[in-house]
C-alpha cells in the first residue's frame, strides 16, 4: 500500500534554446530598469546593483542556470546534451538492462511505467511500507504490526483496506526479497533522500547483510535533480532521466550493507537513543541516510510544545490562514517541509489524528462527501495556545502512534525531541 503518486514530468526536461531566451529576456529586463530581473542577476553578481554595473548576456544565463539549480551555464548545458542523447537511445528503443535478469527494488510504483518507458525490461517489486510512519518491529508479529498500522490509518486507500489483503501482501512483498538473490542476477535499489526512502532502504540492506544476495546488488540514490521546480522525488523524473541515473548506479559495498544493518536494527528499538547516536556520526557510507534519521526523529514529540515537526508545519501553515488540505499540502512540499517525506494520505492520517482529542487544535468546515481534502481547517484557540509553547500538545492525550520502534502514549513519560540539542530526551 501507498499514498505516493506520479508527478508532472515537463519541469525536469529542460530545452536549451528556451532558456536561452529566457537568459535574453532576463537581460533586457534588467537593462529596461526593471527592478526584480536586477534583484535576480544580484544573486549570482552582487555588484549588479551598482550604478556602473555592466550586466552581460552571461550574467544572464548564469542566473538563469543557478535558478535550475547548475553550477553554471555550461553545467546546464552538459545537462540538457546528456539528456537528449538519452532521448534519442529512447527513441530507438535501447534497452539498458536485458543483459541480465534484473529487479528493480522501489518504495513506491511511482517509477514502474516510466521504468518500461525508458527501455527497461526488469521486474519491478514495490517494497512501499511506510517505516517513517508506523510501527517497526523485528519479531514474528512484525507484519501484523505493520497491516493494522495500514488499515486503521489509511481506512480509504485502495477502496478500503482489509486488515488480511495488507497482511497477505505484506508477507508477498516479504517473499519475493527472501527469493531475489536466487530470482535475479542483478537488483537495483532506486531511492531518493527522503526518510521513506531511506528506512526502506536500510530495510533492505539489512536483508541483504544477513542473507543471501544476488550477483550483482546495486544503489542508485539521490538528492537533486536539476529542473524548474523543487526536486523531490524519482516519481517526478521522465523516462529519459532514469537513463541517465542508471548510468550512475554503483555497487552496494560491505560498509552500507552494515551500516544498513545497523540503522534497521536501531530504527526498531524501543528507544531512539541508538538512532539518534547513529544519525551523529554522518553515516559516511550513506550520506543521505543521516539527514533522513535526523528528519525521522523530529516526529518525536518536541521538548518546546510536545508537536511533531508535522503538526508544527501543519498549524503554522493554518494559523496564517485557513487552509484546504490540498493547500496544506501542497505548501508543505514546495516550500515548508525541509525533507518532504509524507504522501497526501499520510497527511490526511495526521491531520484527523489532530482532531480526535478532547480540546482540539484544528477545526474541519463541513465536509462533502467522500471529499476529506475539500473542508477547510483553521486553527483554534488551544491550537494558538500550543504553538507559542504555553500549552502542551501532549495534554491533549493524541492518539497512540509509531516513531520506528518507539510508541509514543502521550498518558506516559516518553521520548522527546530537542531541536536545540538535535537529540532525544526522556521527559
Known amino acids: ?207 541483504y547483510a544477513q542473507s543471501a544476495r544476488p550477483l550483482m546488488l546495486e544503489l542508485i540514490a539521490i538528492n537533486e535533480f536539476p529542473g524548474g521546480e523543487r526536486f523531490i522525488g524519482l516519481g517526478q523524473l521522465p523516462a529519459e532521466a532514469l537513463r541517465l541515473l542508471w548510468a550512475q548506479r554503483k555497487p552496494v559495498t560491505t560498509e552500507q550493507l552494515i551500516l544498513g544493518r545497523d540503522a534497521w536494527t536501531a530504527l526498531a528499538a524501543k528507544t531512539p537513543v541508538a538512532l539518534a547516536k547513529l544519525a551523529k556520526t554522518g553515516t559516511p557510507a550513506l550520506p543521505l541516510l543521516s539527514p533522513a534519521i535526523y528528519r525521522h526523529l523530529r516526529e518525536l514529540p518536541s521538548t518546546k510544545n510536545g508537536l511533531t515537526l508535522t503538526e508544527q508545519l501543519v498549524l503554522e501553515i493554518v494559523a496564517d490562514r485557513g487552509a484546504t488540505l490540498n493547500e496544506v499540502f501542497h505548501l508543505m512540499k514546495t516550500d515548508r517541509e525541509p525533507l518532504p517525506w509524507l504522501g497526501d494520505l499520510g497527511l490526511l492520517h495526521i491531520v484527523e489524528n489532530m482532531l480526535r482529542v478532547i480540546d482540539p487544535v484544528l477545526e474541519r468546515s463541513p465536509s462533502p462527501p467522500n471529499a476529506p481534502f475539500a473542508p477547510e481547517r483553521t486553527i483554534t484557540d488551544a491550537g494558538r495556545a500550543v504553538l507559542i509553547g504555553t500549552r502542551d500538545w501532549q495534554s491533549f492525550a493524541p492518539p497512540l502512534r509509531w516513531v520506528g520502534g518507539v510508541q509514543i502514549d502521550a498518558q506516559r513519560p516518553g521520548w522527546r525531541w530537542s531541536e536545540s540539542s538535535r537529540d532525544v530526551v526522556m521527559i
Not at 34 to 46: F, G, L, N, V, W
Not at 88 to 98: E, I, N, Y
Not at 115 to 123: R, S
Open 1 to 207: 500500500m501507498t499514498d505516493r503518486t506520479e508527478r508532472p514530468l515537463s519541469a525536469f526536461r529542460i530545452n536549451i534554446e528556451q532558456q536561452k531566451n529566457r537568459a535574453k529576456d532576463l537581460l533586457r529586463a534588467v537593462k529596461a530598469g526593471d527592478d526584480a530581473a536586477r534583484q535576480r542577476i544580484a544573486t549570482t553578481r552582487p555588484s549588479c546593483n551598482e550604478p556602473d554595473a555592466s550586466i552581460k548576456l552571461a550574467d544572464a544565463q548564469l542566473t538563469i542556470a543557478r535558478e535550475l539549480r547548475f553550477r553554471n551555464w555550461a553545467a546546464l548545458k552538459s545537462h540538457v546534451e546528456a539528456m537528449d542523447k538519452q532521448r534519442v537511445a529512447l527513441d530507438r528503443r535501447d534497452s539498458l538492462d536485458a543483459n541480465l535478469k534484473t529487479l528493480h527494488i522501489r518504495c513506491g510504483s511511482d517509477i514502474r511505467q516510466t521504468l518500461q518507458e525508458g527501455g527497461f525490461a526488469g521486474d519491478f517489486l514495490e517494497h512501499s511500507i511506510p517505516y517513517c510512519a508506523g510501527p517497526v518491529a523485528m519479531g514474528p508479529d512484525r507484519h501484523q504490526l505493520m497491516a493494522r498500522f495500514l488499515v486503521d490509518a489509511f481506512p480509504t486507500a485502495r477502496g478500503g483496506l482489509v486488515y488480511e489483503r495488507e497482511l497477505k501482501s505484506l508477507e508477498a512483498s516479504e517473499e519475493k526479497l527472501d527469493r531475489s538473490a536466487s530470482d535475479y542476477q542483478r537488483v537495483v535499489l532506486w531511492m531518493e533522500h527522503d526518510s521513506w526512502d531511506q528506512l526502506v532502504l536500510v530495510r533492505v540492506l539489512a536483508h
